[in-house]
T-cell receptor, first 113, second 112 residues
Framework: GENVEQHPSTLSVQEGDSAVIKCTYSDSASNYFPWYKQELGKRPQLIIDIRSNVGEKKDQRIAVTLNKTAKHFSLHITETQPEDSAVYFCAARRPNTGNQFYFGTGTSLTVIP | DGGITQSPKYLFRKEGQNVTLSCEQNLNHDAMYWYRQDPGQGLRLIYYSQIVNDFQKGDIAEGYSVSREKKESFPLTVTSAQKNPTAFYLC???????????FGPGTRLTVT
């Protein structure tokens, strides 16, 4: 069954503002959480990931935070640009399954110029 | 875009016909995966293969079949038993069991 919930499903922000997308997971043994960006009609591409031994990771305008106690993790995009418009998916690795993941349902982000 | 390819990009079939989707990778990855993507839903795992000549069912394997005769190739057959085959199909690969997955560009299958 579904293990990851993702909110919101759609998000519109003005260019230059920040965007935050949140995911919760149910299996406390999950230890790896990637985020993917998927532009219309294209493949999902990994943009940032975090492992369970850290609480935050940054890469330029993108950051991910992880709260293991609450079992949620969030994607933060600062100074948004129109090219950030895409669907973003979170995922949580399923424990003891090799490299299988639960995926969130996606957030469609629109950055308004 | 290189590394992992899928063909064709668009595929149209009549109901009742089997169809095979191609997935090839030149990344020397051991593991390969097939996902189905429907509007408003997360990626759902159809089949996966951790090594040549071995594969396992994912969450929604009914109506699908795969083979893994070569490390580079993991074709997916959508059979006539799949009740709702129209979807966007994504193939992925990873170097091992603890590495990120790389996705192919996808095949959009329409069955009428």
């Amino acid at each position: 069954g579904e293990n990851v919930e993702q909110h919101p499903s759609t998000l519109s922000v003005q260019e230059g503002d920040s965007a935050v997308i949140k995911c919760t997971y149910s299996d406390s043994a999950s230890n790896y959480f990637p985020w993917y960006k998927q532009e219309l009609g294209k493949r999902p591409q990994l943009i940032i990931d975090i492992r369970s031994n850290v609480g935050e990771k940054k890469d330029q305008r993108i950051a991910v935070t992880l709260n293991k106690t609450a079992k949620h993790f969030s994607l933060h995009i600062t100074e948004t640009q129109p090219e950030d418009s895409a669907v973003y998916f979170c995922a949580a690795r399923r424990p003891n399954t090799g490299n299988q993941f639960y995926f969130g349902t996606g957030t469609s982000l629109t950055v308004i110029p | 875009d290189g590394g992992i390819t899928q063909s064709p990009k668009y595929l149209f079939r009549k109901e009742g016909q089997n169809v095979t989707l191609s997935c090839e990778q030149n990344l020397n990855h051991d593991a390969m995966y097939w996902y189905r993507q429907d509007p408003g839903q997360g990626l759902r795992l159809i089949y996966y293969s951790q090594i040549v000549n071995d594969f396992q069912k994912g969450d929604i394997a009914e109506g699908y079949s795969v083979s893994r005769e070569k490390k580079e190739s993991f074709p997916l057959t959508v059979t006539s038993a799949q009740k709702n085959p129209t979807a966007f199909y994504l193939c992925a690969s990873s170097r091992g069991q603890n590495n990120e997955q790389y996705f192919g560009p996808g095949t959009r299958l329409t069955v009428t």
